[in-house]
């Protein structure tokens, strides 16, 4: 069964430094991950996805996150964050098997000015 | 382009009261779920349907009842609301295409049992 762990249950920045959000992941095959995030009292929305090809996936809001299959990881990174970008980020693994991917925990993000 | 739609957005039950979350979506996808969404747990998977007539289980389907009957809705029913109920539900829909199934979530139904 796939899972996937979100270690980080809050994350505190100042605005403009750089962050990077943990995701690990457990599938047996080559998965498809995807980040998404969550305003307060909104729906999810999707940042960025990958299924295969380039390891480096490039997302809306100047969002990028890593796939690294030797450490089944899929970190989501930012240079330069900005106060709104204060929301709950998920990470999500689905298989070609699949028909609902699994969610992490989420992150909560704070930014502090 | 209206995406998932969800209704109502607040509710407020009584324990032991029913009801039904609406759940409609224009995008002609095969695929369509019902998560909670409760603080610390993330996104737990209620019920899930691959297609019209078709419905599965998922991680916390206990207390919920789920119909397919058309591609396009996909309703939520709480037979007997209980507080542990008490979250807020997002109904989702999707399709398998060559990035795997990319989910498109509705707005969230906030629900309150008392």
């Known amino acids: 069964a796939q899972s996937v762990t979100q270690p980080d249950i809050h994350i505190t920045v100042s605005e403009g430094a750089s962050l990077e959000l943990r995701c690990n992941y457990s599938y047996g095959a080559t998965p498809y991950l995807f980040w998404y995030v969550q305003s307060p009292g909104q729906g999810l929305q999707l940042l960025l996805k990958?299924?295969?090809?380039?390891?480096l996936v490039q997302g809306i809001k100047g969002f990028e996150a890593e796939f690294k299959r030797s450490q089944s990881s899929f970190n989501l990174r930012k240079p330069s964050v900005h106060w709104s970008d204060a929301a709950e980020y998920f990470c999500a693994v689905g298989s070609g098997g699949s028909y609902i991917p699994t969610f992490g925990r989420g992150t909560s993000l704070i930014v502090h000015p | 382009n209206a995406g998932v739609t969800q209704t109502p957005k607040f509710q407020v039950l009584k324990t032991g009261q029913s009801m039904t979350l609406q759940c409609a979506q224009d995008?002609?996808?095969?695929?369509m779920s019902w998560y909670r969404q409760d603080p610390g747990m993330g996104l737990r998977l209620i019920h899930y349907?691959?297609?019209?007539?078709?419905?599965d289980q998922g991680e916390v389907p206990n207390g919920y009842n789920v119909s397919r009957s058309t591609t396009e809705d996909f309703p939520l029913r709480l037979l007997s609301a209980a507080p542990s109920q008490t979250s807020v539900y997002f109904c989702?829909?999707?399709?398998?295409?060559?990035?795997?199934?990319?989910?498109?979530f509705g707005e969230g139904s906030w629900l309150t049992v008392v």
């Open positions: 349907s691959v297609g019209a007539g078709i419905t």
């Open positions: 990958y299924f295969s090809g380039d390891t």
């Open positions: 989702a829909s999707s399709s398998p295409d060559r990035v795997g199934n990319t989910i498109y």
């Open positions: 995008m002609n996808h095969e695929y």
